[in-house]
Protein backbone atom coordinates (compact mmCIF):
# COMPACT_ATOMS: atom_id res chain seq x y z
CA UNK A 1 0.00 0.00 0.00
CA UNK A 2 2.80 2.25 0.37
CA UNK A 3 3.92 2.21 -2.95
CA UNK A 4 0.34 3.12 -4.27
CA UNK A 5 0.47 5.67 -2.24
CA UNK A 6 3.84 7.05 -3.20
CA UNK A 7 3.09 6.55 -6.64
CA UNK A 8 -0.25 8.71 -6.60
CA UNK A 9 0.91 10.61 -3.96
CA UNK A 10 -0.72 12.84 -2.21
CA UNK A 11 -3.67 10.32 -1.58
CA UNK A 12 -6.81 11.25 -0.17
CA UNK A 13 -7.50 8.97 2.78
CA UNK A 14 -10.89 7.99 1.88
CA UNK A 15 -9.87 6.53 -1.59
CA UNK A 16 -6.95 4.45 0.30
CA UNK A 17 -9.91 3.47 2.62
CA UNK A 18 -11.99 2.70 -0.37
CA UNK A 19 -9.33 0.98 -1.94
CA UNK A 20 -8.78 -1.45 1.24
CA UNK A 21 -12.98 -1.84 1.86
CA UNK A 22 -12.40 0.54 5.25
CA UNK A 23 -14.29 3.56 5.89
CA UNK A 24 -12.03 6.82 6.24
CA UNK A 25 -13.07 7.04 10.04
CA UNK A 26 -12.11 3.14 10.18
CA UNK A 27 -9.09 3.19 7.73
CA UNK A 28 -7.48 5.70 10.71
CA UNK A 29 -7.87 4.31 13.48
CA UNK A 30 -7.07 0.53 12.04
CA UNK A 31 -2.88 0.53 12.66
CA UNK A 32 -2.59 -0.95 16.10
CA UNK A 33 -1.30 2.20 18.79
CA UNK A 34 1.93 0.65 18.74
CA UNK A 35 2.74 0.97 14.98
CA UNK A 36 1.14 4.23 14.95
CA UNK A 37 4.55 5.90 14.94
CA UNK A 38 6.44 3.93 12.47
CA UNK A 39 3.03 4.59 9.92
CA UNK A 40 3.60 8.52 11.04
CA UNK A 41 7.17 8.22 10.36
CA UNK A 42 6.38 6.37 6.80
CA UNK A 43 3.79 8.57 6.10
CA UNK A 44 3.13 12.64 5.96
CA UNK A 45 -0.67 13.13 6.87
CA UNK A 46 -2.50 16.73 6.34
CA UNK A 47 -5.74 18.38 5.55
CA UNK A 48 -6.15 20.31 2.74
CA UNK A 49 -8.93 22.43 1.84
CA UNK A 50 -11.34 21.11 -1.37
CA UNK A 51 -12.13 23.72 -4.02
CA UNK A 52 -15.86 24.09 -4.30
CA UNK A 53 -16.74 23.03 -0.82
CA UNK A 54 -16.04 24.64 3.02
CA UNK A 55 -15.29 21.11 3.73
CA UNK A 56 -10.98 19.45 3.92
CA UNK A 57 -9.86 16.77 2.48
CA UNK A 58 -7.33 14.50 4.32
CA UNK A 59 -4.12 13.32 2.68
CA UNK A 60 -1.16 11.46 3.03
CA UNK A 61 1.91 10.91 1.20
CA UNK A 62 5.23 9.62 1.73
CA UNK A 63 8.08 10.93 3.94
CA UNK A 64 11.79 10.57 3.18
CA UNK A 65 11.85 7.80 5.20
CA UNK A 66 8.76 6.18 3.74
CA UNK A 67 10.26 6.58 -0.14
CA UNK A 68 13.70 4.88 1.32
CA UNK A 69 11.24 2.28 3.16
CA UNK A 70 10.28 1.06 -0.23
CA UNK A 71 12.97 1.56 -1.90
CA UNK A 72 15.00 -1.05 0.77
CA UNK A 73 12.09 -3.32 0.06
CA UNK A 74 12.26 -2.92 -3.56
CA UNK A 75 16.07 -3.62 -3.42
CA UNK A 76 15.99 -6.73 -1.77
CA UNK A 77 14.65 -9.99 -3.04
CA UNK A 78 13.95 -13.33 -0.84
CA UNK A 79 12.52 -17.04 -1.23
CA UNK A 80 9.54 -15.58 -0.14
CA UNK A 81 8.96 -12.79 -2.93
CA UNK A 82 9.86 -15.59 -5.88
CA UNK A 83 6.71 -17.91 -4.67
CA UNK A 84 4.76 -15.81 -1.99
CA UNK A 85 1.42 -16.78 -0.11
CA UNK A 86 -1.37 -18.06 -2.46
CA UNK A 87 -4.78 -18.55 -1.72
CA UNK A 88 -5.28 -20.39 -4.39
CA UNK A 89 -2.51 -23.29 -3.47
CA UNK A 90 -4.13 -23.15 -0.29
CA UNK A 91 -7.46 -24.14 -1.56
CA UNK A 92 -6.34 -26.80 -3.77
CA UNK A 93 -5.28 -28.72 -0.78
CA UNK A 94 -8.95 -28.64 0.63
CA UNK A 95 -10.24 -30.12 -2.36
CA UNK A 96 -11.05 -33.63 -0.75
CA UNK A 97 -13.52 -31.87 0.79
CA UNK A 98 -15.58 -31.31 -2.62
CA UNK A 99 -17.94 -33.45 -4.55
CA UNK A 100 -16.75 -33.20 -8.45
CA UNK A 101 -19.33 -30.82 -9.38
CA UNK A 102 -17.82 -28.36 -6.64
CA UNK A 103 -14.84 -28.81 -7.94
CA UNK A 104 -15.50 -28.35 -11.72
CA UNK A 105 -17.60 -25.52 -10.42
CA UNK A 106 -14.72 -23.83 -8.25
CA UNK A 107 -12.26 -24.13 -11.20
CA UNK A 108 -14.91 -22.68 -13.99
CA UNK A 109 -15.69 -19.64 -11.52
CA UNK A 110 -11.42 -19.27 -10.78
CA UNK A 111 -11.19 -19.19 -14.93
CA UNK A 112 -13.55 -16.77 -15.50
CA UNK A 113 -12.31 -14.26 -12.78
CA UNK A 114 -8.65 -14.78 -14.06
CA UNK A 115 -9.66 -13.98 -17.53
CA UNK A 116 -11.84 -11.05 -16.44
CA UNK A 117 -8.71 -9.88 -14.59
CA UNK A 118 -6.84 -10.35 -17.38
CA UNK A 119 -9.33 -8.17 -19.78
CA UNK A 120 -9.31 -5.24 -17.41
CA UNK A 121 -5.50 -5.73 -17.39
CA UNK A 122 -5.26 -5.29 -21.08
CA UNK A 123 -7.69 -2.68 -21.15
CA UNK A 124 -6.00 -0.50 -18.98
CA UNK A 125 -2.56 -0.96 -21.18
CA UNK A 126 -4.37 0.70 -23.76
CA UNK A 127 -2.24 4.10 -23.16
CA UNK A 128 1.51 4.97 -22.26
CA UNK A 129 2.10 3.33 -19.31
CA UNK A 130 5.41 4.01 -17.96
CA UNK A 131 7.85 1.04 -17.60
CA UNK A 132 7.68 -0.04 -13.83
CA UNK A 133 3.59 0.13 -14.40
CA UNK A 134 4.04 -1.49 -17.90
CA UNK A 135 6.57 -4.64 -15.97
CA UNK A 136 4.01 -5.12 -13.43
CA UNK A 137 1.13 -5.74 -15.27
CA UNK A 138 3.26 -7.95 -17.83
CA UNK A 139 3.94 -9.99 -14.76
CA UNK A 140 0.19 -10.00 -13.90
CA UNK A 141 -0.77 -10.81 -16.97
CA UNK A 142 1.39 -13.68 -17.77
CA UNK A 143 0.72 -15.12 -13.79
CA UNK A 144 -3.03 -14.81 -14.83
CA UNK A 145 -2.11 -16.83 -18.21
CA UNK A 146 -0.02 -19.34 -16.29
CA UNK A 147 -3.10 -19.78 -13.73
CA UNK A 148 -5.53 -20.34 -16.66
CA UNK A 149 -3.34 -23.03 -18.08
CA UNK A 150 -3.41 -24.44 -14.40
CA UNK A 151 -6.69 -24.57 -13.74
CA UNK A 152 -7.61 -26.05 -17.74
CA UNK A 153 -4.77 -29.26 -16.59
CA UNK A 154 -6.75 -29.39 -12.90
CA UNK A 155 -9.73 -29.70 -15.15
CA UNK A 156 -9.11 -32.22 -17.63
CA UNK A 157 -7.01 -34.11 -14.79
CA UNK A 158 -10.04 -34.56 -12.44
CA UNK A 159 -12.10 -35.65 -15.75
CA UNK A 160 -9.80 -38.21 -16.51
CA UNK A 161 -9.42 -39.38 -13.24
CA UNK A 162 -13.46 -39.78 -12.71
CA UNK A 163 -13.76 -41.47 -16.31
CA UNK A 164 -10.75 -43.60 -15.17
CA UNK A 165 -12.81 -44.46 -12.21
CA UNK A 166 -16.20 -44.92 -14.01
CA UNK A 167 -14.34 -47.53 -16.03
CA UNK A 168 -12.78 -49.07 -13.23
CA UNK A 169 -9.85 -48.30 -14.36
CA UNK A 170 -7.00 -47.28 -11.85
CA UNK A 171 -4.81 -44.83 -12.19
Not at 7 to 36: M, S, Y
Not at 72 to 80: I, L, V
Request: hydrophobic share 45%; net charge positive; proline share 3%.
Amino acid sequence: MLVAIWQHQPVPVRDIAAAVDRTAAGFATAFAPALQDVVDSLLRHRLVEEKGTLGTQSQLACTRRGVRAIHDWARNMGEADLLSADSVRMKILAFDLLCFEERIGWIAHAEAAAYARLEDIRLRQGGRVPKPQAYSADLARRILEARIEWLRSVKFDLVADRTRRRRGIER
